[in-house]
T-cell receptor, first 114, second 113 residues
Framework: DGGITQSPKYLFRKEGQNVTLSCEQN?????MYWYRQDPGQGLRLIYY???????QKGDIAEGYSVSREKKESFPLTVTSAQKNPTAFYLC?????????????FGPGTRLTVL | GNSVTQMEGPVTLSEEAFLTINCTYT??????LFWYVQYPGEGLQLLLK?????DKGSNKGFEATYRKETTSFHLEKGSVQVSDSAVYFC????????????FGTGTRLQVTL
């Protein structure tokens, strides 16, 4: 089945450690996105990538980094510089702009920093 | 800048009641508008969308009409079910940009028997 997978579903890390969240899609979508969701708030865009080997900062990129070496994969690293990393992280993808404007979401990863 | 405002929840309804969740937006240009639904512990699923003024999006009994004159995209359903209990997000896509979405804060719907 086509879709977006995120792993793991739950992730625990000690304060000060970097952690990488996985996002893979087999929808052949060009664009991929990372959002952060906090209780009682909407989703906020961290980073997005329109094409392989290119990505742009979203609204809250500080303390995060990404790479886009393959079309299917867009991993997010939460660094020790992120002051409040505990949150629910959602990855999404969409076809290249102009074909459709719907974003499809993965199931999310809940990160807890102890 | 662009923004989306949703009514605060939770909204608690009895099964078969009529649902309205209000959504208004501020945007330059001509955005596309979306409703997404999030069930507990899951990611977001697209519920419906509208891409131009006066368009009506519909899916699974839910409807929303793109009203440019009132900058609104209210979600409605004639008869809710317990299985509709979830968090509903209104969102807009900035026109002319790479599918970036701006989300509202979400409205939790609780449907009881």
């Amino acid at each position: 089945d086509g879709g977006i997978t995120q792993s793991p579903k739950y992730l625990f890390r000690k304060e000060g450690q970097n952690v990488t969240l996985s996002c893979e899609q087999n929808l052949n979508h060009d664009a991929m996105y990372w959002y952060r969701q906090d209780p009682g708030q909407g989703l906020r865009l961290i980073y997005y990538s329109q094409i392989v080997n290119d990505f742009q900062k979203g609204d809250i990129a500080e303390g995060y980094s990404v790479s886009r070496e393959k079309k299917e994969s867009f991993p997010l690293t939460v660094t020790s510089a992120q002051k409040n990393p505990t949150a629910f992280y959602l990855c999404a993808s969409s076809p290249r702009e102009g074909l459709t404007d719907t974003q499809y979401f993965g199931p999310g990863t809940r990160l807890t920093v102890l | 800048g662009n923004s989306v405002t949703q009514m605060e929840g939770p909204v608690t309804l009895s099964e078969e009641a009529f649902l309205t969740i209000n959504c208004t937006y501020t945007a330059t240009g001509y955005p596309s508008l979306f409703w997404y639904v999030q069930y507990p512990g899951e990611g977001l699923q697209l519920l419906l969308k509208a891409t131009k003024a006066d368009d009506k999006g519909s899916n699974k009994g839910f409807e929303a009409t793109y009203r440019k004159e009132t900058t609104s995209f209210h979600l409605e359903k004639g008869s809710v079910q317990v299985s509709d209990s979830a968090v509903y997000f209104c969102a807009l896509r900035h026109s002319g940009t790479a599918s970036k979405l701006t989300f509202g804060t979400g409205t939790r719907l609780q449907v009881t028997l």
